[in-house]
């Protein structure tokens, strides 16, 4: 599909046109996906930056409830040899209605999304800066999944794209794809150690879940990361079918695990 070039002062002009008359979502009908991701920062009125690191949202924030935030992402992202601190990323908070069903394409289902060809810019739903959380449902979505996290997983997607070009990235299997986001986005303390133990401990309630393979993805891309570089994970990353020993592992030593616990009578946490 073609499209015809728009410059960035028309886009503006004919947004805030549409937004005098009331009608601001009228723009996703007479633009392109590509020309509104591109052209997205005239959509998001409040911004604040961190080096390289631009937040802008449609519902005002403060700065000092942003920048710490964007400091620690900054932090996590700096872990990953792959990420280069030199080219700007942008993340764009939806908090009107019609933006988080223009840009993530359903409302309320997921909570971030990349894009890569147009512009490295991400998308999520409805925030609370203040308390570095995304809302589902207008509630805050829990610990350790904060808005920290999630910006941190979104730009980390940015980062593979880049370094790896469009087609080897959409090759990458699921779990390198989604586990590497994942190890990256829980910080520098997501040891292969702790993604175990929270695998081991998870809430029952995640079982069959999304949330679930998350965790999984990140366990494993952990455990492999212990003994191999991140370029021999990219390069040729191992099936999952591999991984079904470690989880089998973990399924027995949490069983001796509860056995144990049954005979010392001890109360486990
Ligand atoms: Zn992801």
């Not at 403060?62 to 992402?73: F, G, M, R």
């Not at 409805?126 to 997983?153: F, M």
């Not at 995640?206 to 998350?214: I, P, Q």
Request: contains cysteine; negative net charge.
């Amino acid at each position: 599909m073609r499209h015809h070039q728009v410059s960035s002062a028309d886009f503006h002009s004919r947004f805030q046109a549409l937004s005098q008359s009331g009608i601001p979502e009228q723009i996703a009908q007479e633009f392109s996906l590509e020309v509104l991701v591109k052209e997205a920062p005239a959509l998001f009125p409040y911004h604040t930056k961190y080096k390289n690191l631009h937040l802008y949202s449609d519902h005002p924030f403060k700065d000092v409830d942003a920048i710490p935030i964007l400091v620690e992402v900054h932090h996590r992202l700096s872990d990953s040899p792959i990420y280069d601190e030199k080219r700007a990323r942008s993340a764009f908070i939806c908090n009107d209605e019609w933006k988080e069903e223009l840009f993530l394409g359903s409302k309320g289902k997921i909570g971030g999304r990349a894009y890569l060809r147009a512009a490295p810019h991400v998308f999520f739903t409805k925030a609370d800066v203040k308390n570095d959380a995304l809302l589902s449902e207008y509630r805050p979505i829990a610990s350790p999944r904060t808005l920290t996290y999630y910006l941190t997983h979104e730009f980390t997607h940015v980062a593979l794209g880049e370094h790896l070009g469009m087609k080897r990235f959409e090759a990458l299997p699921k779990w390198v794809f989604e586990g590497y986001p994942e190890f990256v986005g829980l910080g520098p303390g997501y040891t292969a150690e702790k993604a175990a133990t929270a695998y081991k401990n998870r809430d029952p309630r995640v079982h069959g879940t999304l949330a679930e393979d998350y965790m999984r993805y990140g366990l494993m891309v952990a455990t492999y990361l212990e003994d191999h570089s991140l370029e021999e994970l990219l390069s040729s990353p191992p099936d999952e079918g591999s991984f079904s020993k470690l989880f089998q592992a973990l399924v027995e030593n949490r069983r001796e695990r509860n056995l144990n616990t049954t005979a010392t009578g001890e109360i486990q946490n």
